[in-house]
């Protein structure tokens, strides 16, 4: 795929303080990536640069091959959403999302994204007025105004509760698919970039430490960091012959060749309650409304977690069962951090 955003060398931050270091990122016409990190992992400074709106102290952005160094933020051709929404308080909603459109094209334009955006009937509203979804709509409709080739969407649901922030997120993916626009989701929530992007770079510390599709980061992380910050996992040490890794869940199967002491990455969903498994204590169990996660410590004391159907009749904390692996597990050599 041809990338509309390119990102090659990036570093930049704060007085003599490094928070970027040489960060690579494409994005292709119509892909949603998200980048995914802990606070103070990098994000924001890299949106910010991004966007015109912080000055790298090295490397390049460039947009459809145009290199956008000094390029001023509101000629980049780059949406923004920021984590409030940012409109402006004393314009109506259909103002805000008119805001520097010509005129003779703008009461067509903000009526359409109005009503993709499920706005209808709000356009005389102020911004007061409007619920937190609406808000983050309304700042949606206002990035898509002037067509960008790309809308950056910094942390746009975090302040949104549960329920509210599953649908204003499908509605706005749902949208920037429709509308064919390149986005940048700045998430620090694992679930959400698995659950919404064609590819999710997970920023470390001011480095991209694995850029893949959702089920290739899940499934193959490429470090135990990664694994343990991308989903729950157990990481069990083991020594593989290059098919089968023998560990304190029994053997286990694996595709990567590797031999020797390794790591092996296992997922709640592969552990099982079965006969002919390992023999495992049951510390804890968790009802999670679909599944219950079931919590297990081994003979040796190493503690792991099995997910199991919430309609299956769930163990007592203190029973004795036995816990197996099933499917193929990641496996890392065991000197990888």
């Known amino acids: 795929m041809t990338a509309v955003l390119q990102v090659r060398g990036l570093s930049g931050g704060y007085g003599k303080a490094l928070v970027l270091h040489d960060v690579d990122l494409d994005v292709g016409a119509g892909e949603f990536v998200s980048v995914l990190g802990v606070s103070g992992s990098g994000k924001t400074t890299l949106l910010r640069a991004v966007a015109g709106l912080h000055r790298a102290t090295a490397g390049t952005v460039t947009l459809g091959g145009c290199d956008l160094t000094g390029v001023a933020p509101q000629h980049r051709g780059i949406g923004l959403v920021p984590q409030e929404g940012a409109l402006f308080g004393h314009l109506t909603v259909a103002r805000n999302v008119g805001y520097g459109l010509r005129r003779s094209a703008r009461a067509t334009r903000v009526g359409d994204l109005l009503a993709r955006l499920g706005l209808d009937g709000l356009a005389d509203r102020m911004p007061h007025e409007l619920s937190g979804g609406q808000r983050q709509r309304v700042a949606l409709a206002r990035a898509l105004a002037p067509e960008p080739a790309v809308v950056l969407l910094d942390e746009p649901f975090a302040n949104l509760d549960a329920g509210l922030r599953a649908s204003v997120r499908a509605d706005v993916v749902a949208t920037l698919r429709a509308a064919g626009t390149a986005a940048v989701l700045i998430t620090h929530d694992q679930d959400e970039a698995l659950s919404v992007s064609d590819r999710v770079a997970v920023l470390h510390e001011g480095r991209i430490v694995q850029d893949d599709a959702p089920e290739r980061l899940y499934a193959a992380p490429a470090t135990e960091w990664l694994a343990r910050f991308v989903g729950a996992a157990t990481l069990l040490p083991g020594r593989s012959d290059g098919i089968v890794a023998d560990t304190a869940l ?47 410590v081994l003979p040796d004391g190493t503690t792991t977690t099995a997910r199991i159907p919430a309609a299956d009749a769930p163990p007592r904390p203190g029973d004795a069962v036995k816990a197996a692996v099933t499917g193929v597990v990641h496996v890392l050599a065991a000197q990888t951090l």
């Open 250 to 296: 029994g053997p286990v199967r694996h595709e990567t060749g590797l031999t020797g002491a390794v790591t092996a990455v296992v997922r709640p969903e592969q552990v099982t309650l079965a006969d002919g498994g390992m023999s495992a204590q049951v510390s804890g169990v968790e009802f999670h409304g679909h599944a219950r996660v079931v919590r297990l």
